[in-house]
């Protein structure tokens, strides 16, 4: 039978799809895209936003319609989220938990057997321990997302994920070991580690994240290793310090801000202030002169008045972010920030948006010009529409080599990245190892 799958949201969504996968194909499944009339299809959802859910239905009703016969399978955090899961996604006919997805294939066979409509959604309970899904590849990628961490302890005034992914657990480093050791002869000299919240990460089981960094820096065959999001206040300078001797470690953090007003951070329930956002950039900086620092910023949170939002706008300005993601508030069912008064209009919430977007753009154009001259590595992952090769550097700069073939792909080149191209996007050139001295 031919399965198929579609993952919505985070990277430790695809991580899951993937280790959802390799349990299918092991149990005799063929892959398949969504497209090509799969037997199975399942669909990893996501919940984190208004717009996610809003493109999980969609989603869920385009692959009905496109596969009428198909077995549509629905896990991940809208499943687990909503308690009216059943109802809310009628064209699914097995809709399971994160918990329950493990046992598909199982699963599959009773419902082949009986044809009947599966709904489970077991709860997360205190105490669960970190499940054991370690990948062995991540299909057309060239870098591999390595789930290291699942759960948040901290229940941040918007947030739905803690009630969708449950208590922080940690996977244990020996396992961590065998599975980079695996991702590492399988061909990938870069992976993620990536984590609900990967910032908490070990803080269950008394080891810490500069060990899981240290311990993939020390994988023959893995040449980067690169971090997920981060939270601000679990990271600090006695830590950067250790990470700044981790050689594989690629300077590129994407902490999240979400906001740069400290009235706003307060109603979140954000546990840090500005000023020690600031002062971690500043330690960032100092310690990875080369670093490109990227954010998530929420606007029109509850109560956000306009100079609240034109002092988030202003601190996102001088942090100068290299990327910054942009969400309009929405409201997430069963968090304290739904009921909270002083709910914003949504015209104000998008002309908001449209303002950070805005700032946002000018600094990426400004960081993207600032890479110009640099020399660096460049992992070559796919080819480019303008010719040549595509790939990133370590602080995640993309660059085309016009001259790179697709032979080339997953390998490390040497660049000097020459232009910025009238697409906004940076070209680069070979460059000796010398240059990169
Ligand atoms: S730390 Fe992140 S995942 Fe955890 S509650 Fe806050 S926003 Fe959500």
Redesign the pocket.
Known sequence: MKVAFYTIGCKVNQADSQAIRQKLLAAGYTPAEPEENPDVLVLNSCAVTAESERKTRQKLRHFRAINRDCILVLTGCSAQANPNAAEDYAEADLILGHRDAKNLPALLDAYLRCGERTVMISSHQRGEVFEDSAIECFPGRTRANVKIEDG?D???AY?I??YARGRVRSKPLPALRTELETLASAGFAEIVLVG??LSAYGSDLGCTLCEAVELAGSISGIKRVRLGSL?PDLLNAEILQILSHCESLCPHFHI?LQSGCDNTLRAMRRRYTAAEYRTLACEIFARFPDAALTTDVIVGFPGESDEDFAASLAFVEEIAFAKVHVFPFSPRKGTPAAEMAHQLPKAIKQERAHRMLALAERLRVQFLAAQVGKTAQLLLEQPHPLGGMQGCTANYTPVRLPEATPEMQNTLQPIKITALDACGGLVGCAATAGQLM
Request: glycine share 0%; proline share 9%; hydrophobic share 25%.
């Open positions: 948040c901290r229940f941040c947030c994920i803690p609900i919240n939270e999240s």
